[in-house]
């Protein structure tokens, strides 16, 4: 059976839906909120506010422009986590309401593994076992990759996600939320050794940001002191060399759970997976030491709904269904 699964992803601040046809995705609606810039970051009550008026729509546009009626789907599949708990509800139930009516099985997804899965998307796919290194906006992690339906994490921040970092210390140069993608932008303009950062690296596969975005916040404070226009004359070369550092501190860990493991299959994905250094730096390295490395579109990976359907259409095939009194898990662990 070639299932057509209907995906919703709400789990922070991205509305989203996806039709999947027999593992082939037709379509990755999404409506990003732009209510919360003014907050400079994602005030969790107006995301849940903004996804319910926005959910009817992306559905509707989802199974509209995928030329499919409801009446041909064979399952409604839903972010059950992790994620804000009032943004998860909304997907939640609309998938729910969705199930009952149309009389069709529930498929709950785990956002951090369907940020792994996004690789099945498209072509290349990578081989198992292979290495993921998600990094995103709430995550950072190192997970073994066993097979669609297994993995595992075998190291993650103790702390902060290195998105995290990136948006903090672009807030700290007082660039718009989310400031990620500008740092890239910048830094691709900058010298990423004009000014160097302290290791706060800890021992093993874990990983910690909150150093450094302590000593980026000192860093700041020290030179605006000579200097209050620090920031405005240096930008390109601060946020090039910032980059630079958050790049090889997850770079040295990749090296390190390559050695651990012997698998030099490597993916990347999450939002911070879109940034140039990251991307540019794996495939530099992939060439010297012979690692076959994967790199998702932009468009699959920041939030998005393509990824809870190739999910789905894997859990599908498997069988496994959630029951009608699933509820959302904010801290939903990856193989939970
Ligand atoms: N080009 C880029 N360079 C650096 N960071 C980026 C870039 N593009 C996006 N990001 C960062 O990616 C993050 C958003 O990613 P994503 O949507 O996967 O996170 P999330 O869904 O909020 O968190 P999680 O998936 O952990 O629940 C933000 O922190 C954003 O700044
Ligand atoms: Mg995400």
Redesign the pocket.
């Known amino acids: 059976m070639q299932p057509v699964i209907l995906a919703i992803e709400s789990?922070?601040d991205?509305t989203s839906a996806s039709v999947i046809q027999a593992g082939k995705v037709l379509n990755n609606v999404i409506a990003s909120q732009t209510v919360h810039q003014k907050y400079g970051g994602v005030v969790p009550e107006l995301a849940s506010r903004a996804h319910q008026q926005q959910i009817q729509h992306v559905v509707n546009e989802a199974l509209t422009s995928a030329g499919i009626r409801a009446g041909q789907l064979n399952a409604i599949a839903f972010t059950r986590g992790?994620?804000l708990l009032g943004s998860l509800l909304v997907g939640v139930s609309f998938a729910k309401g969705m199930a009952l009516a149309l009389q069709l099985p529930l498929i709950e997804v785990n956002?951090?593994e369907a940020?792994v899965l996004a690789h099945f998307i498209d072509d290349p796919k990578p081989d198992f076992p292979f290495l993921c290194l998600t990094v995103?906006?709430?995550?950072t992690q190192l997970v073994m990759v066993r097979d669609h339906l297994h993995m595992e994490v075998i190291g993650e921040t103790r702390d902060d996600?290195i998105?995290?970092a990136?948006?903090k210390a672009a807030k700290m140069m007082e660039f718009p939320y989310?400031?990620?993608?500008l740092?890239?932008k910048y830094a691709q303009q900058g010298n990423p050794k004009a000014f160097t950062f302290p290791q706060t690296s800890i021992p093993g596969l874990d990983f910690s940001f909150s150093g450094i975005k302590t000593a980026f916040l000192y860093f700041l404070r020290d030179h605006k002191k000579n200097d209050p226009h620090f920031v405005e004359l240096y930008r390109n070369d601060i946020c090039a060399s910032l980059q630079a550092h958050l790049v090889g501190m997850v770079m040295d860990k990749l090296k390190q759970a390559v050695t651990h493991t012997g698998i030099n299959r490597v993916a990347i994905a999450?939002?911070?997976a879109?940034?140039?250094g990251l991307r540019k730096t794996l495939q530099v390295h992939a060439r010297q030491s012979g690692w076959r490395v994967f790199i998702p579109g932009f468009q699959f990976?920041?939030?998005n709904a393509a990824m809870i359907a190739i999910a789905a259409h894997y859990k599908y095939l498997a069988k496994r269904f959630a029951s009608l009194d699933v509820a959302p898990l904010a801290n939903l662990s990856v193989g939970e």
Not at 136 to 139: F, I
Not at 178 to 181: A, E, I, K, Q
Request: aromatic share 4%; proline share 9%; net charge negative.
């Open positions: 789990s922070c991205e992790p994620g956002h951090m940020h995103s906006g709430g995550h996600a998105g995290e990136f948006d989310p400031g990620g993608p740092i890239d999450g939002g911070v879109a940034n140039s990976c920041t939030d």
